[in-house]
């Protein structure tokens, strides 16, 4: 079973920077896929980022070019930098493995925007 534990929202001001990381737990394959979702008040669940087998990453045009994922595959973490954010950031971020045709997730951590 995997567990997935992620850390380090909180509230910032627009313009801001903030670190989220997700620390997996269980069987980890450097196979597996890691990355970040995030869902705001009233909207869908959107991608965010992936980074991939041999760190290929993607971003979704709303982040690209402000945040940048990492991994760690010794430690099983994977990381989000997010700079000059912005209030539409605002969602809960959730970090997800996926392997095959299944995801796991964790319980999400709250990124507020507001000055």
């Known amino acids: 079973q995997v567990q997935l534990v992620e850390s380090g929202g909180g509230l910032v001001q627009p313009g801001g920077s903030l670190r989220l990381s997700c620390a997996a737990s269980?069987?980890?394959?450097?196979?597996?896929?890691m990355g970040w979702y995030r869902q705001a008040p009233g909207k869908q669940r959107e991608l965010v980022s992936t980074?991939?087998?041999?760190?290929?990453?993607n971003y979704s045009d709303s982040v690209k070019g402000r945040f940048t994922i990492s991994r760690d595959n010794a430690k099983n973490t994977v990381a989000l930098q997010m700079n000059s954010l912005k209030p539409e950031d605002t969602a809960v971020y959730y970090c997800?493995?996926?392997?095959?045709?299944?995801?796991?997730w964790g319980q999400g951590t709250q990124v507020t925007v507001s000055s």
């Open positions: 997800y493995l996926r392997r095959g045709l299944v995801n796991y």
């Open positions: 269980g069987i980890i394959f450097s196979s597996d896929a």
């Open positions: 980074i991939r087998t041999g760190g290929i990453t």
